[in-house]
């Protein structure tokens, strides 16, 4: 049986950074097939491993910076990000997201990763996603479902 983990990453605290997880909780509303697993990432990555280790598929939500107009949204299989991990970290307070997955490699592991990047409007103080980026939020999750569908096919 294939194992789905789909993953909300962001800071709720950052306006439109916290839109992975926003997503999460629309996410975990629905009546999502039993081979799926919902995570609220939050800004945690290495405390993450364990999640990513138990997946065949990996779908993750995020803010992405990618010079599109707010709101855009990207997918992206996380092999042609070429995410290199960061010689110069010097705490495990300072992974990201690409550490991780590097470190998970070096374990064994290597789940196939599609990341839904969601181009920020603002990334500052703030409970609120800004309204470009808000009203991307059901066509999101329809495109969550529609990818979860397709890898349990």
């Not at 855009?72 to 110069?88: C, G, H, M, Q, S």
Request: proline letters at 7%; aromatic letters at 6%; glycine letters at 8%.
């Amino acid at each position: 049986m294939k194992r789905v983990l789909v993953l909300g990453i962001g800071n709720l605290l950052m306006q439109d950074d916290g839109v992975g997880v926003h997503v999460i909780r629309m996410l975990e509303k629905l009546d999502l097939p039993p081979e799926v697993e919902v995570v609220d990432g939050g800004t945690h990555s290495y405390d993450l491993l364990d999640y990513f280790s138990q997946a065949d598929q990996c779908i993750v939500i995020d803010a992405m910076h990618a010079g599109g107009q707010p709101g855009t949204v990207y997918r992206v299989p996380l092999a042609e990000l070429d995410l290199k991990p960061d010689p110069n970290i010097a705490s495990l307070h300072e992974l990201s997201f690409a550490e991780a997955m590097y470190m998970l490699n070096l374990q064994g592991y290597n789940p196939q990763v599609i990341i839904y990047g969601v181009e920020p409007h603002t990334v500052d103080l703030g409970l609120e996603l800004t309204p470009c980026v808000a009203e991307q939020l059901p066509r999101i999750v329809e495109m969550i479902q529609r990818e979860i569908a397709a890898l349990l096919a």
